[in-house]
């Protein structure tokens, strides 16, 4: 199992005035397959708020859609190019 984690600011969609603290993680699981989290921020209550949660295996993610995730949140290029050969990140 591999699991990679970025922290990244980027501007709220609706309000260019709003940035957000993102963490990413993505990586490769042998049950899993390539997945891809995105957290926003907290709750009140100190509960991570989750975006984006994708994987091969019970979102049905293709490759495809894991590189177009990694390009947006500008994560490792190795890592991508794995994802490109369909191999364990």
């Known amino acids: 199992m591999s699991r990679?984690?970025?922290?990244?600011?980027m501007r709220e969609p609706n309000d260019a005035e709003v940035?957000?603290?993102?963490?990413?993680t993505y990586g490769f699981d042998?049950?899993?397959?390539?997945?891809?989290?995105?957290?926003?921020?907290?709750?009140k209550d100190g509960e991570d708020v989750l975006a984006i949660a994708e994987c091969s295996t019970f979102?049905?993610?293709?490759?495809?859609?894991m590189i177009e995730l990694m390009e947006k949140y500008r994560v490792d290029e190795e890592h991508i190019k794995g994802v490109a050969l369909d191999l364990p990140i």
């Open 4 to 9: 990679y984690t970025k922290q990244i600011r």
């Open 19 to 24: 940035w957000l603290n993102n963490t990413v």
């Open 59 to 65: 979102t049905g993610m293709s490759n495809g859609r």
């Open 30 to 43: 042998h049950v899993t397959g390539y997945f891809f989290e995105v957290f926003q921020g907290e709750t």
